[in-house]
């Protein structure tokens, strides 16, 4: 009798193992074949080197996996965020038809999911899938306990000098002291000194190192005294012409020797690999604020899905999975500038600024504590309304 019950049990495992197998590849693996075949709508914003393979890479799909199953995929690419923004924005508001997927920072993701238009990332995404994106970018990601974005990369700012320019990098160890350099060097030479690629990305780490949030409310209306002496500091410079507006080009400027130095992202970076290859351009150390601690944070762009109907859906997951894989994501964000969510960047890049840019990646990361955010509407809303301000503001006063 304990032969047979034995032998039973033995069966019976075998019998869930093998359920078990069936269940992860149809739950986690296996394709999703459409009953018609579909065009699949993707828009994203073209601004820097990762960006520009999105159209190769979406041909490759087309081509092979797509193909196979009757799902191929449209790109549509904006020339700056504030232009895909806007578009998105106008289309929420009118009840027009939505792309059928959308890359932007992961704060703009949470902003979809508060209107409502944002598929249930966690059906198509679930732990299982999640457990392989970077811990930290998958934190960039959540609202709670909702994941609103798949992550794809993350960017940081970092601080670029032309030393052709200005040499001595010591006298601007700390952002007050860029600051009143920026001044006097203005009034000797009648040319501006530094530049910020993105405001609201800057402002939020300058409050980190104070040991303050960043809510990216306006300067005209925050209540916050961190926020108001960082701006003053910034506004004043701009008023001495110190500082100047950088366009979405602040790494170019340097790099032509238009202005010494800039605190810019590191896509931004090898955007212009190639204009940036001199011994004359130089990491230096962050400018941290002179009471503040360093800091390092991310910014993440991730891939959503716009909700529409389960077949669409399950369509746009089947890419999105596709591209967010492991050999797909490292080769997309290659020597850009980010860093990979899933695996690791493949380089391929010669270029000797790409280095220099990983050893001030890993400078900050060794010399500063890392700041997460999870994915905020509130603060999506406040910080593209804070960079018009902002960008406003700072023109106006060079």
């Known amino acids: 009798m304990s032969r047979i019950k034995y032998n039973i049990g033995i ?37 820097d080197a990762m960006w520009g393979g999105v159209e190769d890479l979406c041909s490759e799909y087309n081509d092979g996996d797509g193909g196979e199953y009757g799902i191929s995929v449209s790109p549509r690419a904006f020339d700056t965020d504030v232009e895909l923004y806007d578009e998105i924005c106008a289309l929420i508001d009118s009840g027009d038809k939505l792309p059928d997927m959308i890359a932007c920072d992961t704060d703009f993701s949470a902003y979809l999911r508060d209107k409502e238009v944002l598929a249930d990332m966690d059906e198509y995404f679930g732990e299982w899938e999640s457990s392989e994106y970077d811990e930290n970018m998958a934190k960039a990601a959540r609202t709670g306990e909702n994941l609103v974005a798949v992550p794809i990369a993350a960017e940081t700012n970092v601080f670029i000098v032309n030393t052709d320019r200005f040499s001595d990098i010591s006298a601007i160890s700390n952002f007050e002291k860029l600051c009143s350099v920026s001044s006097e060097y203005y009034s000797r030479n009648s040319e501006g000194f530094f530049t910020i690629s993105d405001y609201s990305l800057f402002f939020r780490n300058a409050m980190a190192q104070l040991g303050d949030n960043f809510d990216a409310v306006s300067p005209h209306d925050t209540g916050n005294d961190n926020c108001k002496y960082i701006y003053k500091l910034l506004a004043e410079t701009a008023y001495d012409r110190g500082f100047v507006t950088s366009d979405n080009a602040a790494a170019y400027k340097v790099a032509e020797g238009n202005l010494p130095c800039a605190i810019v ?24 604020m002179k009471d503040g601690k360093p800091v390092y944070i991310e910014k993440v762009t991730g891939v959503s899905i716009l909700a529409s109907d389960s077949t669409r859906e399950r369509s746009s997951a089947m890419f999105v999975k ?8 490292s080769r997309f964000v290659g020597d850009s500038g980010y860093i990979a969510a899933v695996g690791t960047a493949a380089s391929g890049s010669d270029s000797e600024v790409y280095g220099k840019l990983n050893e001030a990646i890993k400078e900050l990361k060794d010399s500063g504590d890392r700041i997460n955010y999870e994915a905020s509407s509130e603060y999506s809303e406040n910080s593209r309304n804070f960079d018009n301000v902002l960008r406003t503001i700072m023109s106006s006063l060079n």
Request: proline letters at 6%; aromatic letters at 18%; charged letters at 15%.
């Open 11 to 47: 069966a019976i495992a075998a019998v869930l193992l093998i359920a078990g197998a069936v269940y992860i590849y149809f739950a986690h693996y296996a394709p999703y074949r459409p009953d018609e075949p579909q065009t699949l709508s993707f828009w994203y914003v073209n601004d």
């Open 265 to 288: 992202s590191s896509a931004n970076i090898m955007k212009y690999a190639d204009k940036l290859d001199g011994d004359n351009i130089s990491f230096a150390k962050f400018p941290c």
């Open 322 to 329: 596709w591209f967010s894989s492991d050999s797909v994501n």
